[in-house]
């Protein structure tokens, strides 16, 4: 059996990501222990899932938000208790000792220290890069996929980096748009997607199966446990 893959989930909400992700360990089909989980809201009902699968939560609440808060794009500066709020981030994260920090449903932008660099990964129910950027998150993504026409949607497993959706894509799967779908049809089945491509991304990055080239995520490495040549 491979060594476990030690995961550090942030949240923000209901915490669906974060369920497939214990029910896959659970089940065995995922190599993985989650150590703990970080959560931006008080009252996120993710906080309750992670305290049933007796995993460790610390929360710490987004700073109220202000004209400075929300930087919008990399380069711009944030307001200090931004810049406080996130070096707490990152001190909690660092007790926990993780491989990978999976950000679950994680609704902020999150600078990434260098020594995390290609080691925070990110879900988006789009194929990036359509659909993305501030403020596309949820319901809203899957309005536009359906207000555009296209007849493909799906999931984007990503590298986060230092502005919304845009580093390099390790898995993408696809799900076709129906004529009579609405937002909450097309989004149960890109989450169906969801749940399968976030556990393939963990295996290739947590067992060293990729590697960054520019922007491009390529393969390297031995196979994933379970696979044969």
């Given at each position: 059996?491979?060594?476990?893959?030690?995961?550090?989930?942030?949240?923000?909400?209901?915490?669906?990501?974060?369920?497939?992700?214990?029910?896959?360990?659970?089940?065995?089909?995922?190599?993985?222990?989650?150590?703990?989980?970080?959560?931006?809201?008080?009252?996120?009902?993710?906080?309750?899932?992670?305290?049933?699968?007796?995993?460790?939560?610390?929360?710490?609440?987004?700073?109220?938000?202000?004209?400075?808060?929300i930087p919008t794009a990399a380069?711009?500066?944030?307001?200090?208790?931004?810049?406080?709020?996130?070096?707490?981030?990152?001190?909690?994260?660092?007790?926990?000792?993780p491989q990978l920090v999976c950000?679950?449903?994680?609704?902020?932008?999150?600078?990434?220290?260098?020594?995390?660099?290609?080691?925070?990964?990110?879900?988006?129910?789009?194929?990036?890069?359509?659909?993305?950027?501030?403020?596309?998150?949820?319901?809203?993504?899957?309005?536009?996929?359906?207000?555009?026409?296209?007849?493909?949607?799906?999931?984007?497993?990503?590298?986060?980096?230092?502005?919304?959706?845009?580093?390099?894509?390790?898995?993408?799967?696809?799900?076709?748009?129906?004529?009579?779908?609405?937002?909450?049809?097309?989004?149960?089945?890109?989450?169906?997607?969801?749940?399968e491509a976030y556990p393939e991304?963990?295996?290739?990055?947590?067992?060293?199966?990729?590697?960054?080239?520019?922007?491009?995520?390529?393969?390297?490495?031995?196979?994933?446990?379970?696979?044969?040549?």
């Amino acid at each position: 059996m491979p060594t476990p893959i030690r995961l550090v989930a942030l949240i923000s909400g209901h915490g669906t990501t974060l369920q497939n992700l214990i029910d896959r360990i659970d089940r065995g089909t995922l190599p993985a222990q989650i150590v703990g989980v970080i959560s931006s809201r008080t009252d996120a009902f993710g906080i309750l899932r992670a305290q049933k699968a007796a995993i460790p939560v610390e929360v710490l609440p987004r700073p109220a938000r202000g004209r400075r808060d929300i930087p919008t794009a990399a380069g711009h500066d944030p307001a200090p208790a931004m810049l406080e709020w996130s070096d707490r981030i990152w001190q909690a994260i660092r007790r926990f000792d993780p491989q990978l920090v999976c950000l679950a449903g994680w609704l902020h932008l999150l600078p990434i220290p260098e020594d995390f660099r290609y080691h925070v990964l990110n879900i988006h129910p789009a194929l990036l890069p359509a659909f993305g950027g501030q403020g596309m998150y949820g319901r809203r993504v899957h309005e536009a996929v359906l207000n555009s026409g296209v007849k493909i949607s799906g999931c984007t497993v990503h590298f986060a980096d230092d502005s919304y959706d845009t580093g390099p894509i390790i898995v993408q799967k696809c799900v076709p748009v129906a004529d009579n779908d609405t937002p909450e049809t097309l989004a149960a089945r890109v989450f169906a997607a969801e749940c399968e491509a976030y556990p393939e991304a963990i295996q290739l990055v947590g067992f060293g199966r990729v590697q960054v080239q520019g922007r491009r995520v390529v393969a390297a490495g031995e196979p994933l446990p379970g696979e044969t040549g």
